[in-house]
């Protein structure tokens, strides 16, 4: 797993070598022995060669890629869509997370094992990278998991995921039994780890991976950041500047969310300026978010500040869904905002709400803006989707 680098070389040379003709036979590289790809093929659609789930940041973030453990990712990518790895067999991590919406629900809360619906509304995917990638060093810590910040990395939030009774209600070991049950995970275990040895880390850090791997940096935006860093080698001071691979209606709404919403939400809407924030939703909360995991009133209405990458695929909005649309939760930032307690001091002047008080143009170019977030390459990407026939 660890040389896996040197693993994609090595492949690749001998796919080139094996792919070229001999003596006027074309012979194909072929991942699997015939025997092992007839038995994955009777219950999954893989390719017999690795997708490659290198993970690459656009220009204005370096061009960096980093490279992903495919064999690990396309194991993971099974159990993301596996019925089984649920208690009553008929709910995957994809039921709650689908690929078409960037990996989040359309209901404000999901149904998951024996008719039990979740407490909080599911949180698209498809950043998580970025966001482990922005606190990526340990000794900084992440930025966590969850709506009350309650998991610090994907395998933690796994594991709770799986047990969790409302979701899948599957202790590990559970899991592990499941998966035991099944001759294809033989096979993709003995790809990845060289024995198929089903143990508790393996799982975690296969479903980890794949999660780790959704990559979503092909927004409109991205490509207008790009196009802009390509000339200016900076992407700094983009505030009052046109970006040419936007809209004069675009430009206007994302001068009013660099002033408005990028310090909790991230300027470049990968990193999220803050972690977590209580933006003035009610007076009470019936959930109280950070507060009911750490038992601390100060931290009462406090939430995950979620990524708006995809927001326009991925509502209803906010932890308990409760806006369907995103004309609705830009009124609630216009005129909405509640003197909570807690209330975010971005959110506040004078020790009152600040309402933001757009005007029906602003508004309008605001959600012009935030759909540029959507990334349509990633919610059809092969190396994501479904591999169950
Ligand atoms: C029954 C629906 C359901 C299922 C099944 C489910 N999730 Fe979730 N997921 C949610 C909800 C709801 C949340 C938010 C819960 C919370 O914050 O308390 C969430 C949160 C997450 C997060 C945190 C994202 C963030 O930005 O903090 C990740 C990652 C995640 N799920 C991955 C998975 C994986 C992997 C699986 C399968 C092992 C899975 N989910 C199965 C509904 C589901
Ligand atoms: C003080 C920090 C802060 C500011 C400023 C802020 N937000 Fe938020 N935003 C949050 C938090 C925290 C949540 C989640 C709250 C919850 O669910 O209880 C959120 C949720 C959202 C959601 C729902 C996301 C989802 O996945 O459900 C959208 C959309 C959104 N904000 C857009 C905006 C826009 C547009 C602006 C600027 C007009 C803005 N936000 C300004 C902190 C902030």
Redo the contacts with the bound molecule.
Sequence with gaps: MKNSKNLIVFLMMLFFFSSCKKDGIEITYERYTPEDYSVLTESLTLPNDLLDYTFVFPKYYNSRSLSMDSDLATL?RV??YDKN??DDRT???????KQELA?A?DAA?????NS??????????G??FN?AEYYGDPNQGR?????????IS?QE??RQ??A?V???NMPMDKVIERVNEYPFYSILFRETFGDDAVTEDRVLDA??E??NSLSTYNSKYDKALDQHFEVNNSIFNIEGTTLQGLTAQENIGKNLYLTNCGNCHGRINGFPGEVAANNGLDMTYDDRGIGSFTNNSFEDGL??V??LRNIALTGPFM?DGRFETLEEVVEHYSSGIQNHNNLSNELKSGGQAKNMNFTADEKASLIAFLNTFTDTDMITDERYADPFN
């Design positions: 993971g159990m993301f790895l649920s709910i995957s991590c994809a039921s709650c997370h990996f629900d809360f999901s149904d998951g094992v039990n619906q979740t407490a909080r509304n599911s949180l698209a995917l950043s998580v966001f930025i966590p998991f969850f709506w009350d910040n309650r998991a994907v939030q796994s995921t799986f969790n409302d979701e899948m479903v980890s794949f999660v939430f995950k979620p990524t932890h």
